[in-house]
């Protein structure tokens, strides 16, 4: 997992802005949930990817789906319940064959 400074890095780096504004949405509830890996049930997801998108715009949108792919090894959710399966490993990411 990247840290808030490497997410911001990443994105200057990929997209020529490092959408810190993105970085700190996306990771809001980490502290309110305790430093706790269910933050990402909230926003680390194709709908919080969506959101952001309506929020800031599409390159915005690009910067989340970087940060989410970053936490999750490559993968992307789709919901708060992927996220479950990936935590207590029913998802394998990427898939085993």
């Known amino acids: 997992m990247a840290s ?9 780096e990929k997209l020529g802005n490092p959408w810190c504004v993105v970085h700190r ?3 809001e509830f980490f502290v309110q949930q305790g430093c706790h890996e269910r933050h990402r049930e909230i926003r680390h997801h194709q709908l919080g990817i969506q959101e952001v998108r309506k929020k800031w715009g599409e390159q915005a949108a ?16 789709e919901d708060a319940m992927d996220v479950q399966k990936w935590n207590v490993g029913v998802i394998m990411y990427p898939p085993k064959n």
């Open 62 to 77: 690009e910067a989340a789906q970087l940060h989410i792919a970053n936490d999750f090894y490559g993968f992307i959710p």
């Open 4 to 12: 808030y400074k490497e997410h911001c890095a990443e994105c200057q």
């Open 25 to 27: 949405w996306l990771d």
